[in-house]
């Protein structure tokens, strides 16, 4: 089996909020806690969760936007945090980020033409002609017409914009996207051409997907594997199948359920968690879901659970499969 | 029992553009005890028809025809002070975003202590009760303490509950909520919803639910009306329309979602994009989008027709049928 394409080994990341009258005390959010995982080529990770679970803080370290106090990440068997800046700056051609807002990301002033076109200034020396075929290229690659090198992005839909922003995006034919987001903001019919359009185009360009989502339908049709995170950390990982055959988890268990199913004939229990998502300001001692958690044993509340294999292919952090070790 | 009847409503609005056309001939009925969903894409009319149920739209907008009959009257023809009885009182809304409905300057408890002295004229001491029943009927925690916070000092699942509690503080008999979940997390929107299943059935308070979840609907309501372009286009029964869509928007909507099992297949599109409101339609709305579109589709606006006891679909597939 080839080597993964990215690795990532124990990564953490603490935000200091300073506190108290002149800002002298401080207080740490751990945004990230001891996040490993591998990513094979050609594959799709999908990382699930709630808002402020870190999903968003993990994809900016990945992409060297943020530096994370501890931990590794190799992609391509390349350290990725002992590079310079200069060859971070090559290297980030390689990766690439699509956002759930596409008007957010897209100068206004710009057409489509020189947003597309821009990564390629700035990285490949090419005539104006040959330009022009990139880019129209890519318009074609990914379903619009060449008129939209003419417009602007109020002259936009949410997903011809999202497709403009895809298309920015794999101008500098990179290996690995991270997809943040992505559909978030699209209405339903609008929301499957993109996922089919991404899924198609991995397929072409044997792409190498980070998929961030809060929506468990939307995950599951795209990816191989998933990763459920709460609160900084990984909880559970394994294949796209068996997240929706065996969740293990209570958490994941509980956001299953949550999901609701375009099913009314469904008669599937509902867990329904008390409680709100605590901050990673003041995190919960020993596992930290175990305040609404509905199994949670009295190890719970002082033990933290580490992330072990309970299955070639299935981890979970939770005391309730502390007996398989 | 029909509690609320929304016929052949049409809504406009003045722009810069032109004349917005939101709602072309709105047709539901809202029965006693029932939760009803509105469903659609962004634009389809969803808030404008509550909001024309409260009487609360934008200056620019204009009635043009249509009757919203509650109890026997048409709340289209009543005064502004005759409405403003109903409104909050008989009829309450819930909005997406709850921090903006909410007071910021005001208790929790103060803003529904508010509610309860302009309702009833019970002593100070039977409100402060009520209160206390209030909020601890929507599930907040600690409810004794949630009199003296303010709006800011509550999570977005606590303020939504809170909006709940206030609205419900009139004892109204129905309750629009307006994506009341969208801005929630997951497992926090169960929360929610759940919330709302149990006051529609221990307090037999009716709901319209708005959402652009198709599965919310599934979860919650017993009735749904799904909408596009400013007109209903499939209503009736939640487990009817789930199991066959008669309507080919509704058909590809459902078809459309990511579900268990569909991994490494094509989710089904609809081509094309929802018209705006400026265009002026002639026939079906859907017709440019239709799979199944023939030629009259394009000149026949399709009335509801009646397909069985609590289902209709406004489609010419189905002209032979009794009209509704
Ligand atoms: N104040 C307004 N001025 C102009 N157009 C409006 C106004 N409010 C709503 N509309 C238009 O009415 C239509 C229906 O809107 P809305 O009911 O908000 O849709 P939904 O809630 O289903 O997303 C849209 O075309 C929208 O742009
Ligand atoms: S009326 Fe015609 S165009 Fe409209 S949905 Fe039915 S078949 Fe399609
Ligand atoms: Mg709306």
Request: hydrophobic share 40%; proline share 6%.
């Amino acid at each position: 089996m080839a080597e993964p394409l990215l690795k990532v080994r124990d990564l953490s990341l603490t935000y200091w909020r300073r506190t108290g009258l002149f800002g002298r005390g401080s207080q740490a959010i751990q945004a990230l806690n001891d996040v490993s995982f591998e990513l094979n080529a050609g594959e799709t990770l999908g990382i699930v969760g709630e808002s402020g679970c870190g999903k968003s803080t993990l994809a900016r370290c990945l992409l060297r936007l943020l530096r994370p106090s501890n931990g590794s990440i190799q992609f391509d068997g390349v350290d990725l945090l002992a590079l310079n800046a200069d060859d971070m700056r090559q290297m980030r051609q390689r990766m690439q980020i699509v956002l759930q807002n596409p008007f957010a990301s897209l100068n206004p002033r710009l057409k489509g033409f020189d947003l597309i076109a821009e990564p390629l200034r700035t990285h490949a020396a090419m005539t104006r002609e040959t330009m022009k075929d990139r880019v129209a290229a890519l318009l074609t690659e990914v379903g619009l017409s060449l008129d939209f090198m003419n417009r602007h992005p109020h002259q936009l839909s949410g997903g011809q914009a999202q497709r403009i922003a895809l298309a920015r995006a794999l101008a500098l034919n990179p290996a690995f996207v991270i997809l943040d987001e992505p559909t978030s903001a699209l209405d339903v019919s609008v929301q499957a051409q993109i996922i089919n359009l991404l899924i198609r185009l991995q397929r072409q360009r044997r792409l190498t997907y980070l998929f961030i989502t809060h929506d468990l339908s939307v995950i599951q049709h795209i990816s191989d594997r998933i990763a459920v995170m709460y609160l900084g950390k990984i909880v559970e990982e394994t294949s796209s199948e068996e997240v929706f055959a065996h969740p293990q988890h209570p958490y994941t268990q509980a956001l299953l359920s949550s999901t609701p199913a375009p099913d009314p004939k469904s008669d599937r229990q509902r867990i329904i968690l008390a409680g709100t998502v605590p901050s990673a300001l003041n995190p919960p001692p020993g596992c930290s879901f175990h305040p609404r958690c509905p199994q949670v044993m009295d190890r719970c509340r002082t033990l933290r659970p580490e992330l072990r294999w309970t299955s070639a292919d299935h981890r979970v952090s939770c005391h309730l499969f502390d007996a398989l070790e | 029992m029909t509690l609320l009847k929304v016929e052949n409503l049409h809504v406009q609005f003045t722009t810069p553009f032109g004349i917005v056309r939101a709602l072309r001939g709105i047709d539901f009925e809202l029965d006693k005890g029932d939760i009803m969903g509105l469903v659609g894409e962004t634009g389809c009319g969803k808030s404008v028809t509550g909001r024309s149920i409260m009487r609360l739209l934008d200056e620019n907008a204009e009635v043009t025809e249509g009757r919203i009959i509650f109890n026997k009257t048409d709340l289209l023809r009543l005064s502004e002070r005759e409405m403003h009885a109903i409104r909050g009182d008989r009829i309450a809304m819930i909005f997406q975003d709850p921090a903006t409905a909410l007071n910021p300057l005001f208790t929790i408890g103060g803003q529904i202590n508010d509610v309860l002295r302009a309702h009833s004229p019970a002593p100070a001491a039977q409100r402060r009760k009520a209160t206390l029943e209030l909020l601890a009927s929507v599930g907040l925690p600690d409810p004794a303490q949630m009199m003296d916070v303010y709006p800011h000092q509550l999570s977005g699942g606590q303020q939504q509950r809170a909006m709940i509690a206030l609205s419900l503080a009139a004892e109204p008999e129905v309750i629009i909520a307006d994506e009341p979940t969208t801005a929630l997390d997951v497992t926090i929107q169960a929360q929610i919803l759940d919330l709302l299943r149990t006051l529609q059935r221990e307090r037999a308070i009716s709901v319209i639910l708005i959402t652009h979840d198709l599965g919310i609907v599934a979860e919650t309501c017993q009735k749904v009306a799904v909408l596009y372009a400013g007109r209903v286009v499939e209503q009736g029964a939640v487990a009817a329309i789930f199991a066959g869509p008669q309507h080919p928007y509704s058909r590809g909507l459902l078809a459309a979602l990511p579900r268990p099992g569909s991994r490494g297949t094509d989710l089904k599109v609809i081509p094309g994009n929802v018209p705006s409101g400026l265009e002026r339609i002639d026939g079906c709305a859907f017709a440019p989008r239709c799979e199944f579109v023939m030629e009259r589709c394009h000149r026949l606006q399709p009335p509801l027709f009646s397909l069985a006891a609590e289902h209709q679909a406004a489609c010419l597939l189905h002209e032979d049928r009794v009209h509704g």
